[in-house]
């Protein structure tokens, strides 16, 4: 088999992507139903409920466990990975955010007292809370039991 057909015919991939998909369209839609606002632009971002990266990691180490075997070193390698992830997501790039944040607020104000100072704005929505990873985990796994 060809390399492109066979990406093509990999369930397991195809569960990851459609899974990150599916967090995708969720964030826009839990927006929606939240603060009333169609913000498309959450369709390509990180950020938000629910964690796509979460959706991704916990659907490809759920395929890989079905195709595989739970005992097998690859699913190993895939649950490990996911966990790392998902800490990651709600840890350093949490923590990443907040300091994004607090720097973003201290320009604006030296911004005022010093008319040469240009700064762009850090993006701050890079992290997740605990209940966004949480969230993404379900979808992956729902996803992977579907695909």
């Known amino acids: 088999m060809t390399i492109i057909p066979g990406i093509f015919y990999n369930e397991i ?3 990851a992507v459609t899974a990150w ?4 369209v969720l964030k826009v839609i839990v ?9 498309v632009d ?5 950020g ?17 466990g079905k195709h595989y075997g739970w005992d097998s070193p690859i699913f ?8 790392i992830v998902m800490y990651d997501a709600a840890g350093v790039r949490r923590a990443a955010g907040k300091q994004a944040e607090v720097l973003n607020r201290l320009v604006e104000r030296l911004y005022h007292q010093m008319s040469d100072l240009s700064q ?13 990873v949480f969230g ?8 992977g039991l579907l695909i």
Request: hydrophobic fraction near 55%.
């Open 136 to 143: 993404g985990a379900i979808v992956g796994i729902i996803v």
């Open 76 to 83: 190993a390698v895939a649950a490990v990975f996911a966990m």
């Open 48 to 64: 938000s409920f629910p964690s796509s990266h979460s959706a991704t990691v916990s659907a490809l180490a759920l395929g890989i």
């Open 21 to 24: 998909a599916v967090a995708q």
């Open 31 to 39: 927006n929606f139903l939240l603060h009333r606002k169609f913000d």
């Open 13 to 15: 991939l195809f569960s």
């Open 120 to 132: 762009e704005r850090l993006k701050e929505l890079i992290g997740h809370t605990p209940l966004e």
């Open 42 to 46: 959450l369709l390509l971002s990180s």
